[in-house]
């Protein structure tokens, strides 16, 4: 079993920026993807971005492309969204996700975290 508690959410202005951290713990030597998904009001979790445990291998949703960076800290267990130039459309909560797979894709999810709120204003 892995677990995993985000923290770093909270209220921003558009244009703001946060840092959304993710700290896995358990049997992490079974994961080799960490991620992060976001669920707005009346919509689907949609993939963010995500990077490979080993490798370091990032991947990004098109709408976060260029203004959200993941990154990982192997020695901490942690994996970081630093998320710039924010908008009224990423709000949302957001998921810190991690699979067996290297792909992190949703139905091979295998353990998700209890969820951080991310508010941007207008």
């Known amino acids: 079993q892995v677990q995993l508690v985000e923290s770093g959410g909270g209220l921003v202005q558009a244009g703001g920026s946060l840092r959304l951290s993710c700290a896995a713990s358990?049997?992490?030597?079974?994961?080799?993807?960490m991620g992060w998904y976001r669920q707005a009001p009346g919509k689907e979790r949609e993939f963010v971005a995500s990077?490979?445990?080993?490798?370091?291998?990032?991947y990004y949703a098109d709408a976060v492309k260029g203004r959200f960076t993941i990154s990982r800290d192997n020695a901490k267990n942690k994996v970081y969204l630093q998320m710039n130039s924010l908008k009224p459309e990423d709000t949302a909560v957001y998921y810190c996700?991690?699979?067996?797979?290297?792909?992190?894709?949703?139905?091979?999810?295998?353990?998700w975290g209890q969820g951080t709120q991310v508010t941007v204003s207008s």
């Open positions: 990077i490979t445990w080993r490798g370091g291998s990032t």
């Open positions: 996700a991690a699979a067996r797979s290297a792909t992190m894709r949703k139905d091979l999810v295998d353990y």
């Open positions: 358990g049997s992490i030597f079974s994961i080799n993807a």
